[in-house]
């Protein structure tokens, strides 16, 4: 399974920036895909997921409201739209993915398909 991220970047505090994911077909199409977030040394921790069959999607205390994720199935792609940003969302940005249903409907947790990750700035 590949991954493969894009759009991070600098901005100012209060900008907008969308992060891509682009993903191989299988997991596209029979899994679930998200965005975490890390700053060392703290934990990863989960922002936003989408369920790929149906597009529910969750999101993290912390982001809802100013983040958004979807879908463009003719891309395969996955993108978080990030609004209204601060400079505490300053981290590495990880793509994620995984196929197997108790993970897609279980939250932030367990995924084993990760991007190389893109990094954050907000100054």
């Known amino acids: 399974v590949q991954l493969v991220e894009s759009g991070g970047g600098s901005v100012q505090a209060g900008g907008s920036l969308r992060l891509s994911c682009t993903a191989s077909a299988y997991i596209y199409n029979h899994g679930c895909m998200g965005w975490f977030r890390q700053v060392p040394p703290k934990q990863r921790e989960g922002v936003a997921t989408?369920?790929?069959?149906?597009?529910?999607?969750s999101y993290a205390d912390s982001v809802k409201g100013r983040f958004t994720i979807s879908q463009d199935n003719a891309k395969n792609t996955v993108y978080l739209q990030m609004d209204s940003l601060k400079p505490e969302d300053t981290a590495m940005y990880y793509c994620a993915a995984d196929d197997r249903p108790w993970v897609c409907r279980g939250g932030f947790d367990g995924y084993q398909y990760w991007g190389q990750g893109t990094q954050v700035t907000v100054s």
């Open positions: 989408i369920y790929m069959a149906g597009g529910s999607t």
